[in-house]
């Protein structure tokens, strides 16, 4: 009798999953970034060109800094502080989104948004590595079957934040980046 009634609330609780769960909806191509809305819906972030480049400082005597830069001082695709911001990319198989996604937060400089990756002396060797302090904690988990969803650990502050998936251990001149903003509420930019 046990089995029966076992067997039953089985065939109820599966056929309910069966109803209720939809398929969640994936990024047809490899490395781009959506946004997770909150119906579910993935939505397009601004996709930029990613560059590196070196700024001098007292031309290069004091040496220098450099940078991640994107055009435009900022991005069109705009989200609410008030909102749950979760992300949604398809990797290859096999690639583990905690070693290949780069999350960072850029500043706004001289119409272009910019973030400082490593300063260095007027020899050229790096003095002090500073693109810790713009990077974002996240947590991937598994999303359908295919993709990963990217949670910021912690509330992301108004600003404007890029997505990036590459090696942390190189640093290219240029890559893929899946840029937005964030507002602070009603009408706060």
């Given at each position: 009798?046990?089995?029966?009634?076992?067997t039953?609330?089985?065939?109820?609780?599966?056929?309910?999953?069966?109803?209720?769960?939809?398929?969640?909806?994936?990024?047809?191509?490899l490395?781009?970034?959506?946004?997770?809305?909150?119906?579910g819906?993935?939505?397009?972030?601004?996709?930029?060109?990613?560059?590196?480049?070196?700024?001098?400082h007292?031309?290069?005597?004091?040496?220098?800094?450099?940078?991640?830069?994107?055009?435009?001082?900022?991005?069109?695709?705009?989200?609410?502080?008030?909102?749950k911001?979760?992300?949604?990319?398809?990797?290859?198989?096999?690639?583990?989104?905690?070693?290949?996604v780069?999350?960072?937060?850029f500043?706004?400089?001289?119409?272009?948004?910019?973030?400082?990756?490593?300063?260095?002396?007027?020899?050229?060797?790096?003095?002090?590595?500073?693109?810790?302090l713009a990077?974002?904690?996240?947590?991937?988990?598994?999303?359908?079957?295919?993709?990963?969803?990217?949670?910021?650990?912690?509330?992301?502050?108004p600003?404007?934040?890029?997505?990036?998936v590459?090696?942390?251990?190189?640093?290219?001149?240029?890559?893929?980046?899946?840029?937005?903003?964030?507002?602070?509420?009603?009408?706060?930019?």
């Amino acid at each position: 009798m046990k089995s029966v009634v076992a067997t039953l609330i089985l065939i109820l609780v599966s056929s309910a999953w069966a109803q209720d769960g939809k398929k969640p909806s994936e990024p047809e191509s490899l490395s781009i970034f959506y946004y997770l809305d909150s119906s579910g819906q993935l939505v397009p972030l601004e996709s930029q060109v990613i560059r590196l480049r070196h700024k001098y400082h007292a031309l290069g005597f004091a040496g220098g800094t450099t940078v991640y830069l994107v055009n435009g001082e900022k991005s069109p695709v705009r989200l609410q502080t008030e909102s749950k911001l979760e992300f949604v990319v398809r990797l290859e198989a096999k690639v583990d989104p905690l070693e290949a996604v780069q999350f960072y937060h850029f500043n706004r400089e001289n119409n272009s948004r910019v973030m400082p990756i490593v300063d260095f002396d007027p020899l050229g060797r790096p003095t002090v590595a500073t693109f810790r302090l713009a990077t974002i904690d996240f947590n991937a988990e598994k999303y359908g079957a295919s993709s990963f969803k990217v949670v910021p650990v912690q509330a992301l502050a108004p600003g404007e934040y890029c997505l990036i998936v590459s090696d942390p251990n190189q640093l290219p001149e240029k890559m893929p980046g899946f840029c937005f903003g964030v507002d602070g509420g009603k009408g706060t930019p």
